[in-house]
């Protein structure tokens, strides 16, 4: 079994999608192992993005998850990285297809509702930064 780290962004719990997002990943089979609500501090927000420093929207990512709560979830199923990135969609809802949670409820490209690691090493980094 695969884990990967899946967040609720700001846009997400304020319009009240936490338990329609998180039924997405339970309906495909998926485990929620771990949760967590939380308010990024700055300095969860940058080491949790860090690997974005340098690019151009790296401080928009910042200000964006740090204004509000988010809900962190560890969600553990067979080949859990990519099938959840299928799940969620394009990090562009306008690009992501209709089915996807990006898809379905995001309206940018920093408020796409919801995040997901993107690899093994990256699941270790937000897991120990959110979880450790």
């Known amino acids: 079994m695969d884990r990967t780290v899946i967040v609720v962004k700001p846009d997400g719990v304020s319009r009240g ?5 998180l039924a997405r990943f339970e309906n495909d089979g998926f485990r929620i192992t771990s949760k967590k ?3 990024f501090t700055l300095e969860q927000a940058k080491e949790f993005y860090s690997p974005h420093v340098g690019k151009d929207f790296f401080q928009e990512l910042i200000s964006f998850i740090t204004s509000g709560p988010v809900v962190a979830v560890v969600i553990e199923g067979r080949n859990a990285l990519e099938r ?4 969620i969609g ?8 209709k089915g996807t949670i990006r898809g379905d409820y995001g309206s940018g490209i920093t408020t ?15 897991w120990k930064i959110i979880f450790g």
Do not use: C, G, K, Y
């Not at 999608?17 to 997002?21: G, M, R, S």
């Not at 995040?115 to 699941?123: K, T, V, Y």
């Open 17 to 21: 999608l936490t338990d329609t997002i």
């Open 90 to 97: 394009t990090t562009d809802p306008a690009s992501a297809p």
């Open 112 to 126: 796409n509702v919801v995040h997901a690691s993107d690899s093994p090493e990256s699941f270790r980094h937000e």
């Open 84 to 87: 959840a990135r299928q799940i």
């Open 37 to 39: 609500n939380l308010r």
